[in-house]
C-alpha cells in the first residue's frame, strides 16, 4: 500500500508539471509568503483533468473520481512536501495546514456518474463525484461557511496550547458544526479546546458563480444534512458550468430549396416561412401578419443583458385559436414557458422549505423563460399590481426583491435586483372592454378601444397586433379546420405540414436566433428617418408625443429579427421596411392612422396563393417603401438622403 501510494505522489507530480498546475501552485504560494496576514489554513484549489490523469496513472485517476476525500489527502502531502522543500511559505509549520480542494473539469459521460434526484434509494453515502444538469429555479441568501479554524489547548502547560497542532477543516457534506464547536478535547491532556477566532476562514466562493434562472452543470459530491427531525439530500458543489447549448449548424433541405426559390427578393423567404407556419394548428395562409410577428420574436431571444427584445401583444376575439397557435409556438424554444395564473410571473420570496427559516427566492415564470418566451396568457386576467410589476420588468428588464431581515433571521434587510432576460407574449380579448358605451365616433380612423388596458403598458409592449378574423366571422378554412382537428386530433390536413414540419421549425428558429447580425448605414437611416417623422406627425401640444421612449429599440429589434429569419447577417432597407409596416400597423391600433396612412394588413394585404401573388407583393412592398420616402422628405428633418429609389 505504502509503494502505491509513493508511485500516486510522483504521478501527481508529473501531472501538475504537465498540466501547469505547479506553476499555479508556486504562484499561489508566492501569494501566501508576500502576505502579512497571518494564516492558520493555506487553501490551494487544484484543477484535475480525470482523462489526463488515468491516461498516466489509472488508480490515482480511479482514486480521484471514487475517493476524492482520500485522494485530496495526498495531493496534500505532496504540497506540504513541495513548500518545505522549495520554502515556498516561510510561515507553515504542519501539514494539517494545507487545505487541497479538488475541481475536475469533467467526469466521464458514464450513467454512473450523473447524479439522478429521482433515483432510489438516494446514494448520498458515497462521497464521491457526480454531475447533475439542470436550471437554477430558487436561491437563498449567501451566507459564508467556515473553510478552515485553528484550535487551541486550554492547559497551559500542555504543548498543544500554542503553534498549530488542532487545526479544522471544512469537508463536503459536513455542517458548520461538524468544523466549528465548542466540546473539542486534546488529545494530549483532555483540556478543552478553543478556537483562536482570528484565524477562522470564511468563504463563499460559488454562491456568486450561478444566477437564478440559468441553465448550468454541476460536479460535486452529495451529502445528507440533518437539520432536527428533518434530512435533507443536497450536493456540495466543487465545479460549475454554464450551459448554452449550441444551435443546429444547418437548417433543414427543405428550407435550403424553399431559401433557392425565393432568393430574388428579400421578403419571400419570410413571407413563405409565415404562411405555412403552425399548418397543425391553423391553415396555411391565415393569421399570416401575427404568425410572421411570432417567428420574429422568436428569433430574437437570446441570454445576455444587452439583448434585444420582442414582446407581443395581441388583440383578438378568437381567444380559444389564439391561445393554441401561442402554446404550440412557445414549443419551439427549449426555454418557452407557459405560465400558469394560478403562480406568480416574477420572482417572489419565502420561508426556506426545509426548516433554516432564512429567505428563499423563487424564480417563477419569468426566470425559467430565460433566453426564451414566456407566454402569460389573458393580459386583461391580471389585477392592477400585477400589472404595474409586468410595466416595470418590460421597461427595466429587471425585477427587485426586498428581503426584510427581521422576518428571516438576518442581521440586516437586503435587496436583490435580478435580470429578466426573456421576451413576453400575451392577449387581450376585444370583446371583454367594460367601457363599451364609448361612441366610435371618438377614435381615429384604425384606432382600436383599447380602454381596458393601461396605456403605458401597451408603449412597453414592443408589438401590438390584431388579428385579421373577427370571431363572428371566421373564414371557412379555419372552420374546417377547427372541425376537422377536433374529429381526428392527429390529422396531417396539409401538404405542407409534410414538407416543413415542427422539427424543421425548432431548428430553423434556433439556427436563426444564434446569428449576429449588423445594421447597414441604408437601414438605420430609414429607420431614424421614419423615428423623427413620426414623432413629428404623432406629437400635439396636451399629450406631447404618442411614441413610446423605446420607440427606435423596437424598430431595431424588428429590422434584426427580419434579417435574421432571412438568414442574412446584414440588416438592409427590405427588412428596415418590414419593421416600419409592423410597427405603423401596432401604433395606428392605438393611436389611429397618420399621414404615413399604410394599409390595414400591411405587411400581407391579400393572400399568398401562388408565385405570381408573391410577385404583386414584392411590387406593393416597393410602393411602400416609395410612400415611405416621401413621408420622411415631408415630415422628416431632412437628415435622411435617399438611395436606390431617387
Known sequence: MHKEIQKMKEIILVYLDRSGGLEKFIHDCKRYNDSKQSYAVYRFVI??????????????????????????GIFQSVCFVAIKTLSLIEQLQTEAQISILLKPTHLPPLPSYVLSLSA??????????????????????????????????????????????????????????????????????????????????LGDE??????????????GIPACVQNGPQATACIEVSSVQPCKPNGPSF??????????????SCWRFTAMLANVFASQVVPPGTYNTLKLAILLSLVQTCEIESADYLDLLIVTSDTLIIDRLLNYSICLLPRGIRHPSSSD???????????????????????????????????????KDKLEL??????????????????????????????????????????????????????????????????????????????????????????????????????????????????????????????????????????????????????????????SASALKILISLSKAHTKLSLRKKVLEEDALI???????????????????????????????DENSLQQRDIYLLQCHHQLLQFIGAYGPGTYISTNEE
Request: aromatic share 10%; glycine share 6%; with cysteine.
Open 206 to 219: 460559488l454562491a456568486n458563480r450561478m444566477t437564478i434562472g440559468n441553465h448550468y452543470k454541476i460536479i
Open 251 to 264: 437548417i433543414g433541405e427543405n428550407f435550403q430549396y424553399l431559401l433557392s426559390l425565393t432568393s430574388s
Open 579 to 609: 419593421a416600419i409596416l409592423l410597427f405603423e400597423s401596432s401604433l395606428t391600433l392605438k393611436h389611429g392612422k397618420s399621414a404615413l396612412c399604410i394599409e390595414p394588413n400591411a405587411v400581407f394585404p391579400f393572400d399568398l396563393s
Open 120 to 201: 432510489f434509494p438516494f446514494n448520498y453515502s458515497s462521497k464521491r463525484f457526480y454531475m447533475s444538469e439542470g436550471i437554477a429555479i430558487a436561491m437563498g441568501t449567501v451566507t459564508k461557511y467556515t473553510q478552515g479554524a485553528r484550535f487551541l489547548c486550554t492547559g497551559e502547560t500542555c504543548p498543544f496550547s500554542e503553534g498549530f497542532r488542532y487545526i479544522r477543516v471544512h469537508l463536503p457534506g459536513a455542517t458548520e458544526s461538524a468544523t466549528v464547536r465548542n466540546d473539542f478535547v486534546c488529545g494530549l491532556c483532555s483540556s478543552p479546546l478553543q478556537e483562536d477566532m482570528k484565524f477562522r476562514v
Open 345 to 383: 410571473i416574477f420572482p417572489s420570496v419565502s420561508k426556506d422549505k426545509h426548516g433554516t427559516g432564512s429567505a428563499s427566492i423563487q424564480a417563477c415564470s419569468a426566470l425559467l423563460a430565460q433566453g426564451g418566451i414566456c407566454y402569460i396568457g389573458d393580459l386583461s386576467s391580471y389585477k
Open 390 to 547: 409586468l410595466q416595470s420588468v418590460l421597461e427595466s428588464r429587471t425585477t427587485t426583491l426586498f428581503i426584510p431581515g427581521k422576518k428571516y433571521g438576518e442581521e440586516a434587510d437586503q435587496q436583490v435586483t435580478i435580470a429578466v432576460q426573456t421576451n413576453f407574449w400575451s392577449y387581450v380579448d376585444a370583446g371583454s372592454s367594460p367601457k363599451k358605451h364609448i361612441a366610435r365616433d371618438s377614435f381615429l380612423i384604425g384606432q382600436m378601444d383599447l380602454s381596458l388596458m393601461p396605456p403605458n403598458l401597451l408603449d412597453v409592449f414592443g408589438l401590438l397586433i390584431h388579428n385579421e378574423f373577427p370571431s363572428c366571422q371566421l373564414s371557412f378554412p379555419v372552420v374546417n379546420h377547427v372541425l376537422q382537428k377536433a374529429i381526428n386530433p392527429e390529422a396531417m390536413l396539409y401538404r405542407v405540414s409534410q414538407q416543413f414540419r415542427t422539427q424543421d421549425y425548432e431548428e430553423l428558429i434556433l439556427f436563426a436566433k444564434n446569428l449576429h447580425v449588423q445594421l447597414s448605414s441604408e437601414a438605420e437611416n430609414l429607420i431614424q428617418g421614419y423615428y423623427l417623422a413620426s414623432r413629428r406627425v404623432r406629437t400635439d401640444s396636451v399629450h406631447g408625443s404618442k411614441l
Open 47 to 72: 484543477s484535475i483533468n480525470p482523462s489526463d490523469v488515468a491516461e498516466l496513472d489509472a488508480t490515482l485517476g480511479n482514486c480521484i473520481l471514487h475517493k476524492p476525500m482520500e485522494a485530496a
